[in-house]
């Protein structure tokens, strides 16, 4: 399913597919790169410039053909994950 959002980084506009019955988003922003994150650490982001900064150099050092998933954990936080990228046509 995809859904027309605003980048949760640059708030510029992103192509956005839900994943995991809604539960996170998988977004395709020209400025900042291939990304995911869980609804609560989009809730996250939109309350803090900070973390959106760390978060955008997170997703821009991700090593080549993978994407950074950042999951909330209670206790720890923002947990930053680099995942494979799917296969296109896979
Ligand atoms: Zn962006």
Redesign the pocket.
């Known amino acids: 399913m995809q859904e027309d959002q605003a ?6 506009k ?1 192509e956005c597919w839900v994943e995991d019955f809604g539960n996170r988003l998988h ?1 395709f ?5 291939e990304f995911e994150v869980s609804r609560k650490v989009k809730d996250l982001l939109s309350t803090s410039q900070a973390m959106r900064d760390s978060s ?1 150099q997170k997703v821009q050092a991700a090593p080549p053909n993978t994407f950074a998933e950042f999951t909330f954990r209670f206790g720890t936080g923002i947990a930053l994950e680099y995942q494979q990228k799917r296969n296109p046509g896979s």
């Open positions: 980048c949760p980084l640059c708030m510029g992103a977004f922003c020209e400025r900042c790169g955008l």
